[in-house]
């Protein structure tokens, strides 16, 4: 029997249902998983290089196919499922690089010499949100492949399709039987038994704080490795010296591409209180211009919320109550559509303020000077991102240092590059993705002594 029937947000039709794995079958996966790895670490790091170069151009050979399977599961904009597709063929090429740079050290010691070798891990289990179902999966597997480790990967209940779509590329391309595994399913069945799993040997989390917490709980039981990237609260920090005119007119991009439903959302922005009313004046029609509608016209910037569930989420962030300064446009009829929406809030303990919404609903609020914007900013228990817009080049490397958050962008929105590290401070998560580092993140540190007498 099918566990869920999924729906496309932007019209509400039905698109296929889509049966969930089991404990036993997880546990069948695990034993796969097992004896494939050790047959891939085994490889010649060259080859296990090129096994990837091929998972990498499949998959840009199918960049449409994924892009069209994510507008219709997730309501993504069909330009910016173009942009996932391909991110996942980069992150690819990028780690396609690893398995030959997988170098240790010598270190010199007395009576012989010492040296480490970078050990795979065995089993990764990768457990991915809704949000953005292809790339954040890429951030995962990419890395803990070319570090000669198997990955068995949980899709979100929602969004299942192209994490399964890539599952099939990676054995088209040629990827052994077993090493790379889609398992859709339930986060408290298949996404519990990683944690549970003693075959699994590190868990990959991204999703929501509250889950991440479990997660890191239950592998502490094995003192089993764990990677969480969570929630946020980042705050956009507009000064007085900076360019207004571009800090507005980006602004609504900083929050609501993705409907909001990202996890490094601009959704706070503090500015500076001798422009407030003429940033707001200037945000007013950078709103209005964002082009909500069907996800695939080419033209589109947002499309609709994921589901019915998450859309009365979001909805209870705005009402009757909120003091809403404009909003932008959205379409009626069927699907989950919610307009762009910018509030003032009264105080800096409303919800609205202190809780990650993941809709297209952003705060403005004013701050007095340096040491409030850096205050304000880091009045969250998130720290995963964040913008400064100053012309001060010693003001912007302060607030920089200041801001407690993982990624932050000086005069532009910039947050996820594969080449450079990603992740959050505080309870945003723990650990890093990406950049040069990503693959020995998903390895051990064997350190080997050689006596020379
Ligand atoms: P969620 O925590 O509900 O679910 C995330 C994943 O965890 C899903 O696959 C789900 O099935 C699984 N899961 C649920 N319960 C589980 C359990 N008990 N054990 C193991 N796995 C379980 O989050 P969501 O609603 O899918 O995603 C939205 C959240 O993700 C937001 O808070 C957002 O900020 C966060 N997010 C963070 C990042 C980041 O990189 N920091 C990126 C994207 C999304």
Redesign the pocket.
Same mark, same amino acid.
């Given at each position: 029997m099918p566990d869920i029937t999924l729906i496309n947000p932007a019209d509400e039709t039905t698109l296929r249902t889509i049966t969930h794995t089991t404990v036993e079958e997880v546990d069948d996966a695990v034993r796969h998983a097992m004896s494939a790895q050790r047959a891939w670490a085994a490889l010649a790091p060259a080859d296990r290089a090129a096994a990837l170069r091929q998972f990498a151009l499949t998959v840009g050979d199918a960049i449409e196919e994924l892009a069209w399977l994510e507008v219709r599961n997730s309501g993504h904009p069909i330009s910016q499922a173009r942009w996932e597709a391909g991110h996942v063929r980069d992150v690819l090429n990028y780690y396609s690089a690893a398995p030959e740079r997988m170098i240790g050290k010598t270190i010199p010691v007395a009576g012989g010499i010492d040296v480490t070798f970078l050990e795979p891990l065995g089993v990764v289990g990768v $457990?991915?949100?809704?949000?953005?179902p292809m790339t $954040?999966a890429a951030w995962g597997f990419a890395p803990a492949l070319a570090a000669g480790n198997a990955v068995l990967l949980?899709?979100?209940?929602?969004t299942p399709l192209t994490a399964l779509r890539l599952g099939q590329l990676a054995l088209d391309a040629g990827l052994p039987e077993g090493l790379f595994q889609v398992l859709p /399913?339930?986060?408290?069945v298949?996404? %519990?038994r990683?944690?549970a799993h003693p075959g699994v040997r590190k868990?990959v989390?991204?999703?929501?704080?509250?889950?991440?917490k479990?997660?890191m709980a239950?592998c502490a039981e094995q003192v089993k490795a764990v990677t *969480?990237? *969570?929630? /946020?609260k980042s705050a956009n920090v507009i000064f007085a010296d900076s360019d207004l005119e571009k800090a507005a007119a980006t602004a609504p991009y900083a929050v609501f591409e993705n409907a909001g439903?990202?996890?490094?959302a601009r959704s706070r922005i503090l500015v500076e209180r001798s422009v407030y009313d003429r940033f707001l004046e200037l945000l007013e029609p950078a709103v209005q211009g964002v082009r909500v509608g069907s996800p695939g016209d080419d033209g589109t910037e947002m499309g609709p919320l994921v589901s019915k569930t998450?859309i009365d989420r979001v909805s209870s962030f705005v009402t009757d109550d909120s003091r809403v300064a404009f909003r932008g446009s959205a379409p009626s009829g069927p699907g989950f559509w919610f307009p762009p929406t910018v509030l003032l809030p009264e105080s800096r303990t409303d919800r609205a303020v202190t809780d %990650?919404i993941?809709g297209p609903v952003v705060t403005v609020q004013p701050f007095d000077d340096e040491a409030d914007a850096i205050a304000q900013a880091n009045d969250s228990v998130y720290g *995963?991102s964040g913008s400064i817009w100053t012309r001060d080049i010693g003001r912007a490397l302060r607030v920089s240092r200041g801001v407690e958050s993982g990624n932050l962008s000086v005069n532009s929105h910039s947050s996820v590059r594969y080449s450079t590290p990603?992740?959050?401070f505080k309870q945003? /998560?723990l650990g890093r %993705?990406l950049g040069p580092d990503a693959a020995s993140a998903f390895t051990e540190t064997k350190n080997v002594f050689i006596s020379t007498d």
């Open positions: $457990i991915v949100p809704w949000n953005f $954040i949980k899709p979100a209940e929602w /399913g339930r986060g408290d298949v996404g %519990e990683f944690v868990v989390f991204t999703g929501s704080t509250a889950v991440g479990r997660v239950g *969480l990237e *969570l929630g /946020g439903q990202d996890c490094c998450h %990650e993941f *995963l990603f992740g959050g945003s /998560g %993705e």
